[in-house]
């Protein structure tokens, strides 16, 4: 079906073994896609069943997610599971329920390192022991679904952003684009160190950041111009030396594949704008030695206490801060421990 659609995939068609899905931006334009598909499909001799198709929708659900105009989002009924399910008591039950949370992940930022405690658990030397921080673990991997961002579709006609994150636990990176009503994002991606020595290593955890998620979103970047957003000059650094590692060549051979304009943020200056794109869950900080205006300042602190998330945690951190251990307000502004 992929071979037969080829041509048109993610311009118009989505395949998924004989699940097929057309989308158009008018009704107009919806209808020549529609007769090119059936067209094709009659060439092929392929049959389809009418009354299992839905004709012209402006809502669709495919593969457990809704589409719409505004973008793709969690089916309603999968993120309702999420939010009532137990406290996992069992291996069995916590599997179930990573298995679960993991085919949402795109819409999670940092996901991996959220989950890192839970997975511990899964280890096979480990023993069951559930603690603290696999209580705030669940607790932060459940919000950060029930306030899941509307991911949006990807258009090959606009250019591409890539933002990476990185820590000693794990890596996270961003695909975005801007569609004239500022950057939209249009997946998230996370994952493990893959070793120890990676983890301790800046320029190692960076270039492998880098080299993941160019690897993950290989079928929208490759042949194309993007740029990529990144506070470290790992790869400036790398471009200077005249002996490396066999790893280190090999990543930064199969980076330099992609045609891409570093952009380089300064963590400093970055911080404000990383911590509103964020939600509550993976709130970073801002912190009061930022060279901001003080203006600025004011309409975050006045905007915390408009919004009805972060209002609700500022009054359980203030009235009982025992009950969100891993936040803490300072200056009026709401920090979370990075662990």
Not at 92 to 121: D, M, Q, W
Not at 122 to 137: F, H, N, V
Request: glycine share 4%; hydrophobic share 35%; aromatic share 12%.
């Amino acid at each position: 079906m992929n071979d037969l659609f080829r041509p048109w995939l993610d311009r118009f068609v989505v395949v998924y073994l004989d699940d097929i899905l057309v989308f158009s931006r008018t009704l107009q334009e919806h209808q020549g896609h529609l007769r090119q598909v059936l067209e094709k499909l009659r060439e092929a001799n392929f049959k389809i069943n009418a009354k299992k198709c839905e004709w012209a929708k402006t809502q669709a659900l495919y593969l457990v997610h809704v589409l719409d105009g505004d973008g793709i989002k969690p089916e309603d009924s999968k993120i309702a599971a999420i939010r009532d399910w137990p406290t996992p008591c069992t291996l069995i039950e916590l599997r179930l329920f990573l298995g679960l949370a993991n085919y949402y992940r795109k819409f999670v930022r940092n996901f991996s390192t959220i989950v890192a405690p839970l997975r511990r658990l899964l280890k096979k030397e480990a023993i069951w022991q559930w603690d603290k921080d696999c209580t705030s673990a669940l607790k932060k991997l459940k919000r950060a679904l029930i306030e899941y961002p509307v991911l949006k579709v990807a258009d090959p006609s606009l250019p591409f952003v890539v933002t990476t994150d990185v820590s000693q636990y794990g890596i996270g990176a961003v695909l975005q684009q801007d569609d004239g009503n500022g950057y939209k994002p249009v997946e998230f991606m996370s994952a493990r160190m893959p070793s120890e020595k990676v983890a301790t290593s800046t320029y190692e955890r960076e270039l492998y950041a880098l080299r993941q998620a160019l690897e993950r979103w290989n079928h929208y970047l490759l042949g194309r111009h993007f740029k990529v957003y990144s506070d470290h000059e790992t790869l400036r650094w790398l471009k200077t030396q005249a002996k490396m590692t066999p790893k280190l060549t090999r990543w930064t051979t199969e980076i330099d594949q992609y045609d891409f304009e570093l952009k380089l943020v300064k963590g400093k200056y970055n911080v404000v704008a990383d911590a509103q794109s964020r939600r509550s869950d993976y709130f970073g900080a801002i912190v009061h030695y930022l060279d901001i205006g003080s203006d600025l300042q004011e309409k975050v602190r006045q905007a915390y206490a408009q919004d009805p998330i972060y209002s609700d945690v500022l009054k359980r951190v203030k009235e009982a801060p025992e009950s969100e251990p891993d936040y803490r307000t300072t200056e009026g502004y709401y920090l979370r421990r990075l662990t």
